[in-house]
């Protein structure tokens, strides 16, 4: 993997984990919390789990599987359970939420599916491009 790529991973790996920082922020807040009641070790736990994202994201793009959604469930299924095996040992460390494991599934699909779109747009996009020249 060339510099400029590893960087493009990078910044776009820092720019989500902000993004959604401050959105658990803002939401914290709208909700009356002033602290983060899981403190450092919360802001641990989503880089890596937007790290696994980010795996698994990369799986996706670089399987030649056809079709489309095939690649993408085949990246998602594992990636999926790695969170929530994730999200397991970390209830070794402290007691978990009860609601941890759907908390994890809609946040990880949801970004995954986001991400997903994104990319199936950008190769639809890309795609035409090259039928058109």
Not at 76 to 97: D, K, M
């Amino acid at each position: 993997m060339d510099k400029k790529k590893m960087t493009g991973i990078v910044s776009w790996y820092g720019v989500i984990y902000t993004v959604i920082t401050l959105l658990n922020s803002v939401l914290y807040l709208c909700s009356g919390i002033c602290e983060d009641p899981s403190g450092n070790w919360h802001e641990l736990d989503r880089a890596i789990i937007l790290l696994i994202g980010f795996a698994a994201f990369g799986l996706c793009t670089s399987l030649t599987v056809k079709p489309l959604i095939l690649r993408y469930v085949i990246a998602y299924i594992p990636s999926q359970l790695l969170a929530f095996a994730y999200v397991w040992f970390t209830g070794l460390r402290e007691p978990l939420a009860k609601s941890a494991y759907q908390d994890i599934w809609i946040n990880f699909t949801g970004l995954f599916v986001v991400l997903s779109l994104v990319s199936a747009a950008a190769s639809f996009w890309k795609n035409k491009k090259r039928r058109q020249q």
